[in-house]
C-alpha cells in the first residue's frame, strides 16, 4: 500500500500521453487492480478523452475473433490510425489469469509503436466484460488512441456488454459453428452494426451470409435507422479487412450524423455512473450489516420465517 | 391494474398446491410480469417452500439440451419423482418472446400430470437467467414439485447463473463443438457438479470425454471435496439416462452430507435478498434523481468536466 501510496499518476498520465507503453501498462494496472489510486487516474484522465472511437468485437468461439482483430489492427495502420486492444478474456478456471493462446498472433504488433494491445482477464465477471473495461478504454483513449478495439471471447453476456461500451460493434460468424437459428438464440441479431462472415472461403460461408440477411431482414427497423452490412472476410488472409474498415467507417458516420454515436456515449457514461454508484451503495450496505446479518435474513428465507421481499425491506429500511 | 388488484394470491397458491395447473402458470406469470401482486406472491409461498431439489442444465447451443431435459423428465418420473421445467431462453431478438422451436419435443410430457414446463424469456438478462427465475422456482417447489430443472441454452453469464440458482449444475457438451481449449473459454470448467457428453455415440465422444477429464483433473480440489464425473449420454435415444439420474442424486448425496447444500442455499438467499434490495435503492435514486439528472452528470463526464467517480460520489451523497 505504501509503495501505490506513492504512485505518481500525475507522472504517469503524463508519460502515457508522451506515448511511453509501459505508463500506459502501469496505469491500465492500477485500473485493473482497483488500486487506491484508481479515482486520482480517473479525475485526471478525464480531460484527455473522448477522442477514441471505441470498436467491439464478438463473437463466439472458433470464428476468428483474435486473427479477425489483428488483421483489423494492420488494416486501420494502414490508414494511419493509432490502434489499442482490449483483448477480455474470461478468467482460467484454475490460475485466474487469462487464456494466451490465440494472443500469440497479435504479437505481428509487438514492435509497431502505434499499436498498444493489452489482455484483460474479466475476473468475477465469467463471459462478461471486466468492470475495469470502460477505465481500460480511457486509458488507451487519453493515450492517443484513435481507435480502441474491444475483444471479447465469451458469447452471451459479454457481447451485450460490449455493445454498451462501443460505438461500434463487429459480430463476428463462421460458416460450421452453428445455423442461423442458433445465432438468434445467443442473441447476436440485436447488437451488431457490422456482421462480419469469416472464414468465407469455406463451404456454408454464402449460406449463412444468405440465412444472416434473411434474419436481420425480419428485424423492425425505423426509417432512416442503420442497416447493418455483412461483410465477408477471411482475416487470416486478410482478405475483405478494406471492405471491413469501409463497412465500420460508413457506421461512424452514419452514427455522428444521426444522433446515435453522442446517445450512445451519453448512454454509457450514465451507466458507468450508475454502476459506480450502486458498487458503492452495495458496500456501505455490507458495511452496515455485515455478511453475518445477510447470513441470518437468508436463513430466515430458507426456513419460510420470511420471504426475500420483506427480509430485503429490512435491509434497506436500516440504510 | 384493476384487475390484477383483484387477484386472490391466496386462492392460487391453495389451487396450485392441489396440483392445478393453470394456478400454477397464474402464479409464474405474475411473477414473471412483476405484477403488484407479487410480493404478496412471494410471502404466501416461502412457508411452502424448500423441498424441491434444484437442477440446472446448461450447455453450448447445440449440444442437445432440450433433448437431455426431455429425456431426464422422463428418466425422474419414472422413479416417481414430480418434476418441473423451467425453459429459460434468451429474448428472442424481434418478438421479445421465447423461441419455441426445440421445445417441440417437451410435449412428450404434455399430457403427465407429474410434469410442469414453463419457457421463461430472460428478459433484459440477454443470456443470462431472468431475475423472475428464483420466484418461479418457488413456485414449482410449493407446488409440489420434487426436483425443479432449470434449463437454460446461453452460455457464458447464464451458466454462472444457473450455477448460483441450482443444488447440482449439469454440465452438457458434445463433440462436434469445439475443443477442450474452447469449453476452457466458456468457463464451464468451474460451474459443473455433473458433466454430460451427450451424442456419445458420435465420433469424437471418447477423446472429448478423456479432455475433459484431464482438464477437470488439473482443477486444485480440496480432500473431501467433489469430484465431478462425466457422464456419456445419446439422450435422443435415452441411452445412459440413468446413470445420469444416479450420478445426480449421488452429488445430492454429497451434498446434504458435506453441508455444501446448505451452503449453496444460503448463498442463494442471501444472493437473492441482496438484488432485491440493490433494485430497491437503484429505483430509489432514480426516483430521486430522475434520468435527467444522471443525463446531466453523463453529459459532463463526456465534456471532461468531471470524472465517472466523482459523478457516482453525487448521486451517493444526496440519497
Redesign the interface.
Known sequence: VADRARTDVAALVRRGRDGDARAVARLISLVEDASPA??EV??R??????NARVLGITGA??VGKSTSTSALVTAMRATGRRVGVLAV??????SGGA?L?DRVRMQDHAVDKGVYIRSMASRGH???LSWAT?QAVRVLDAAGCDLVLVET????????DVAGLADTTLVLLAPGM?DG??A????I??IGDVYVVNKADRDGATQLARDLRGMLA???RADGAWRPPIVKTVAVKGDGLDALVEAIDRHHDWAEESGELAGR???R??D???A???T???A??VDLHG?AD??R???E?????????????R??AT?
Open positions: 484508481l479515482r480517473s479525475e484522465l478525464v480531460e484527455h478523452t473522448g468461439p472458433g478474456d474470461p478468467s482460467s478456471p484454475f487464456l493462446g465469467l463471459g462478461g470502460p471471447v465469451g458469447v452471451g453476456q459479454s457481447e451485450v452453428g437459428i442458433q438468434a438464440k445467443a442473441g441479431l440485436e425480419l428485424a423492425q456515449r451519453l448512454r457514461a450514465r458507468e455512473i450508475e459506480i454508484a450502486l458503492a451503495l452495495r456501505r450496505f455478511h445477510l447470513d435474513l437468508a436463513a428465507v430458507i426456513a419460510g420465517d420470511t420471504d426475500p421481499y420483506a427480509a430485503a425491506d435491509v434497506v440504510l
